[in-house]
């Protein structure tokens, strides 16, 4: 589990294929600290295994299911990742739980200034709008953003100027992929709603959400 708080950028320093993996090798100085084999990183926002580690890199392994959904596979040597390590409870949740379970890949539409705040506007596919809200939660490359902005057909998000500094969002523009991971809490509320609906008897309403804080 982890929080969206991205914690350093590394660059993808050697790419290796085996078999149907891929092992990726990135450059990093502060998450290697407090690592061990087999801990969770999130690497653009998807959990992957840490498989080797030292004082200047680390390497994870890359499954195939992780590579057919994500935008992984156009990873490359000097690639910015961003990486942070699980959520520690003893810490304070900054962001907001991101599990590092990809839902979809999303694309740019437009990146647009206004006064110093960069904007993000990313397409929004029909079959994902009901898990968005505004000034709700999103990930995107395992950035914890707030929507500031919803239409039929995309979402815009905000760009603080830390973010733009620690992330890898800064550098993107019109027509690149996002690893996208939408809110937990809003996927269970529409599973169990979905579920309850066909059978006649969801408890679940828009006043329903109010009442609970929603």
Not at 62 to 90: C, D, H, P, Q, Y
Request: proline letters at 1%.
């Amino acid at each position: 589990m982890f929080t969206g708080i991205i914690e350093e950028i590394g660059l993808v320093k050697q790419v290796v294929n085996q078999g149907s993996k891929k092992y990726f090798t990135i450059s990093c100085n502060k998450i290697n600290a407090d690592v061990k084999i087999g801990d969770s990183i999130a690497c653009n926002g998807i959990c992957l295994t840490l498989t080797k580690f030292d004082t200047s890199s680390i390497t994870i392994e890359a499954m195939n299911e992780t590579i057919t959904k994500t935008t992984i596979e156009s990873w490359s040597n000097g690639s910015k990742i961003n990486l942070e390590r699980a959520l520690s409870f003893n810490g304070r949740l900054d962001g907001h739980i991101v599990q590092g379970h990809i839902d979809t890949v999303l694309k740019v539409l437009s990146v647009k200034l206004q006064g110093e705040t960069r904007y993000l506007e990313i397409e929004l596919l029909p079959e994902f709008s009901a898990l968005v809200v505004p000034q709700g939660s999103i990930a995107l490359n395992g950035v914890s953003l707030t929507i500031a902005k919803l239409s039929a057909k995309s979402l815009q998000v905000a760009l603080i100027s830390l973010t733009e500094e620690l992330t890898n969002l800064s550098s993107l523009k019109a027509n690149d992929l996002l690893n996208v991971e939408f809110d937990i809490i809003g996927k269970y509320i529409l599973r169990y709603n979905n579920a309850n609906s066909t059978i006649g008897n969801s408890k679940i309403s828009q006043k329903w959400l109010n009442e609970q804080g929603f």
